[in-house]
């Protein structure tokens, strides 16, 4: 079985180390392959390097040497390099990166200057930390660089910022009132992000923030197409629980597009190709889908064996509507 999954950070990379965890207590299912295709929105150029934290924080949590605590950065960390570089003034000091995710950097960095594309840079991380071994393979959404970007009023004016200072530095507290994603225009599909869809065999949306992680995916130009015409169910798991984000600052992103921070609003974005949709119990009744199928259950995957269920019921959600 070939499952594609679209994914950004944290909540994005522990759904599908559940779902791995899922599919290898499953018999039957143990050799399915799972491909990735990670958003590059977040992307960042800090200190002369080039930093993608949806694409690391996957890396990380499926290759085994994630934070657990944080749920991005690498376990055993220390800050020493970043705390160097403040003694010298380097700025920014908002974004803390440690001296082992330093080295993902440098490395990136480095062939991404020889030349390389970033999808054959992830390629390399990815053997790294051991994801084909796996059945596992990340793929970035494009190999152009992109960046989203939010305009803010502050008491420095009506500006653009990068998505990461807003998110990071000001915890999202300044009224966004748009995103920009710099250089979709000229954006592309990675090699195989439009195959990986149309041979699915089943399509999932993790909780992932579904403005500037999975909105921005769906960005690209020909993703969302081929959604629409993938033969495989696509079924996503909402970020919403009674209208309040499980992590993260998705209801201020939502504010800023417009839409209403609730399962069915969330699920309202992805109406055009959206074929079953997981939310929590007490949503069930609020969300009305013209042809989707809606199921509810407990979304908190508080740790790694919840993660593991979940997963598992927006698999079973998709074989079902996949049998029909």
């Not at 290759?63 to 003694?87: K, M, N, P, Y």
Request: charged share 20%; aromatic share 6%; glycine share 12%.
């Amino acid at each position: 079985m070939r499952i594609t999954a679209l994914a950004g950070g944290v909540g994005g990379a522990r759904f599908l180390r559940g779902l791995r965890d899922h599919l290898d207590r499953i018999p039957d299912l143990a050799d399915a392959t799972l491909t990735v295709v990670g958003n590059t929105g977040d992307d960042i150029t800090l200190f002369g390097l080039r930093v993608c934290p949806d694409l690391d924080t996957l890396l990380y949590t499926l290759g085994g040497g994630v934070h657990e605590g944080q749920g991005w950065g690498r376990a055993d960390e220390s800050h020493r390099l970043q705390g160097e570089l403040a003694a010298y003034g380097a700025e920014p000091q908002w974004f803390a990166l440690g001296d082992l995710d330093f080295g993902t950097h440098v490395v990136r960095s480095q062939w991404l200057g020889q030349g390389l594309t970033l999808s054959e840079v992830t390629g390399r991380l990815a053997d790294r930390w051991g994801l084909p071994g796996r059945g596992i393979t990340l793929l970035p959404m494009t190999d152009s660089p992109v960046e989203t970007h939010v305009v803010v009023e502050d008491d420095d004016g009506r500006r653009a910022v990068h998505f990461q200072e807003w998110w990071v530095r000001m915890q999202a507290k300044v009224p966004a009132e748009q995103f920009l994603a710099v250089g979709m225009d000229r954006a592309t599909p990675a090699p195989g992000v439009l195959e990986a869809i149309r041979e699915a065999d089943v399509v999932l949306l993790p909780p992932s923030n579904p403005v500037v992680s999975i909105g921005i995916v769906l960005g690209v130009p020909g993703v969302r197409d081929a959604l629409r015409g993938s033969r495989a169910p696509v079924v996503g798991v909402s970020p919403l629980i009674g209208g309040m984000p499980v992590r993260g600052h998705a209801d201020a992103c939502l504010s800023a597009i417009g839409v209403e921070s609730t399962a069915g609003a969330v699920a309202g974005l992805y109406e055009d190709f959206l074929d079953g949709w997981l939310v929590a119990p007490d949503d069930v009744d609020a969300v009305k889908l013209p042809r989707a199928t809606v199921v509810g259950r407990p979304l908190l995957m508080t740790d790694r064996e919840a993660a593991a269920d979940i997963a598992g019921a927006a698999l079973d959600l998709a074989l079902e509507l996949r049998a029909r």
